[in-house]
C-alpha cells in the first residue's frame, strides 16, 4: 500500500491536478494516495464519489482530488441483501366460558 501512495505522490507531483476531472468516468478504477484503489461512483464539477476497496466510500472537492488511473480490479464484494419481515405468528384468544 505504501508503494501505491508514494507513486501516486511522485505522479501527483510531476502534474499538478493528476488527470482533469472531465477524462473520468463512472466506473473507472483509481487509485488515491491516501485511500488507495477505489472506483468511481460519480464525477462532476464540485464532486468526486470513490468507493474504495478498503475504506468504504469518500467524497472529494473535484478541483482538489489527484487521481491515477490502474488496472488493478475490483475486488469482489458480497451482495447485501435485504433483512426479509420477521413472520409474526397469529396467537387466538380463547374465551372461557
Do not use: C
Not at 7 to 35: I, L
Not at 46 to 62: K, L, N, Q, W, Y
Not at 83 to 89: L, M, T, Y
Amino acid at each position: 500500500m505504501a508503494a501505491i501512495a508514494a507513486a501516486v505522490a511522485a505522479a501527483a507531483a510531476e502534474s499538478p491536478g493528476g488527470k482533469s476531472m472531465k477524462g473520468w468516468s463512472k466506473g473507472d478504477r483509481v487509485v488515491q494516495a491516501t485511500y488507495g484503489a477505489g472506483t468511481l461512483v460519480e464525477v462532476n464539477e464540485h464532486h468526486t464519489v470513490i468507493d474504495f476497496d478498503e475504506h468504504g466510500r469518500r467524497t472529494f472537492a473535484s478541483r482538489l482530488v489527484v487521481l491515477q488511473a490502474t488496472n488493478e480490479p475490483a475486488p469482489n464484494k458480497p451482495v447485501k441483501k435485504r433483512a426479509a419481515k420477521k413472520k409474526v405468528e397469529k396467537v387466538e384468544k380463547v374465551e372461557k366460558a
